[in-house]
């Protein structure tokens, strides 16, 4: 059971595997420092694909010695990322990672048809796994980044990727809530109607290994209190591991304002994809990043 | 300048005025002990709305002397909300308050055309203070809990409450984010055109008295470093006081998750009524009741 964040790379590091991931323009400081702290502590070989010299040169100014990475050479942005993808989707290297190549440029080489790690028609969404001091367990959190307005599939699939990472920590049947302003279904929320047919999907095993309900509030998902003094009758009991959101919107300033006010931590990837994707905000600090790269390891595992 | 919660209630009791509250179903312990504290305090009279015998009990219970409230007998919750609003609609009262009746019918009597408190086509909202220890002031939070999804007048409308709002707390030119999942403007995201042109409203005077931009995220809205770190140029310079928020279903999580994991407290109301409307969760607080109390009071003197 993995119970923090800090505990991920224990888990890897215990399994005895070092996990190949390419990087795409690695030549920023928070992630040269990323990477190399997860090389340094043994479970992880980075390839860092980028302009040799601006690496090197971020090698010396984050005091991380580039022998222990290996270098390839690469003239631009673009050409990075599809050697980084390429790499990764010919199985030289388990992951891949953005570096300091546009959010953009790095999913169009992930989305390739022909080079890339999305296969025809899988849905791609962002899942995170989030520790607060104010919750008592780690909360996994989706859509953060990808998925606009998702519609039913679109809520299915990010709800199979957050268990498929809620079950890698050890949550063998992980409480999933499925997020919305009140816990009234209601046409004036098309999200319900959604909520609904997910919860009857769960019901008849399509949803498996799970227990799963919604339309909730966010104190009927997490808090036992409002559970009880309110009435409803749920079986999340105030308990949830993993939070559903409607759309990008609703769930984007709500992980930012854990971070920020609620001095909130998190590792996220891209899920969908054949192999890991590491895709973080270029502003991310190292430690976030770090964090990254030990939950792309854990999921990488789950492929094996 | 009024910049905790718990200032509210000495700027109205240092103008020297009691209110008169309308309470419809005033028979909850926490209802009755919001009141009561506000009554004490000398900046209220409450006119409490229901089955007189269970007033009084209720006021046993939670220790309140009940001669210091004036008791209406109503006949069940649909009447004592007919009721209180009627009084306020005639200027009896100054502020009608729900108690322990349900939303819908509370609401119903608010809206009623003939003896409510909403003029033809007025949009009604709900704006929130909110009380993080993580922030260095107080933030206005809107929509929470009234539109599910505002179309460009009503986000109008919503930022011209907020701003009335922040003005009374003494904040003479409020900053106001329009927040998103980032601060690009995108087709994906049909409230990012609504957050362009209010920015051009706000710019031509149109909406007055603020300081207006987004779409951004929560961190360029609060968050003075990412604003350095990401390199935007925006006036709000992550000093926000607003916040508005393109759907109730992004809102209200978040200002839920504030509460729940950031040690929040807040005050609301219903704004776009003629007076003041205070409307709470049957299982908020007394606490924030309380504040709730003292929030439509200081926003009654606006009405002077």
């Known amino acids: 059971m993995i119970t923090s964040l800090s505990q991920m790379a224990d888990a890897v590091r215990s399994a005895g595997k070092r996990y190949r991931i390419a990087v795409a323009w690695a030549q920023d400081n928070n992630t040269v ?3 190399y702290r997860a090389v340094i502590e043994g479970f992880v070989d980075a390839l860092m694909i980028g302009s040799r ?71 791609m969404s962002y899942v995170c796994a989030v520790e607060i001091p104010a919750y008592h367990k780690l909360l996994f959190i989706t859509d953060t980044a990808v998925i606009p307005f ?24 992980p409480s999933v809530a499925l997020i ?3 816990e009234k279904v209601s046409s004036h929320f098309p999200s319900t109607h959604d909520y609904s047919v997910m919860c009857k999907m769960a019901q ?34 105030g308990d949830a591991d993993i939070l559903l959101f409607p759309s990008l919107e609703a769930c984007n300033p709500f992980y930012k304002g854990l971070m920020l006010f609620g001095g909130g931590e998190l590792a996220g990837m891209i899920c969908g994809t054949t192999r890991p994707v590491v895709l973080m905000s270029r502003s991310e600090s190292e430690l976030s990043k770090y964090y990254c790269v030990a939950l792309a390891c854990l999921m990488a595992t789950h492929n094996e």
């Open 33 to 35: 420092g990323s990477l």
């Open 150 to 173: 998702p519609d039913l599939d679109q809520k299915v699939a990010m709800a199979e990727y957050a268990i498929a990472m809620a079950r890698r920590f050890g949550i063998a049947k």
């Open 204 to 237: 008849r095993g399509q949803i498996s290994s799970c227990v799963m309900d919604g339309p909730v509030d966010l104190f009927l998902a997490c808090d036992p209190d409002s559970v009880r003094i309110k009435g409803v009758d749920t079986p999340l009991a």
């Open 53 to 123: 010299e601006q690496i090197i040169r971020t090698c010396h100014d984050t005091g991380a010695d580039p022998s222990r990475f290996t270098i390839i050479d690469a003239d631009d942005e673009k050409s990075a990322a599809a050697i980084a993808v390429g790499m990764t989707a010919t199985g030289e290297t388990d992951i891949v990672m953005k570096g300091l190549v546009g959010t953009d440029k790095f999913l169009r080489a992930v989305m390739d048809k022909d080079h890339g790690l999305l296969p025809p028609r899988a849905v």
């Open 180 to 182: 919305g302003a009140s």
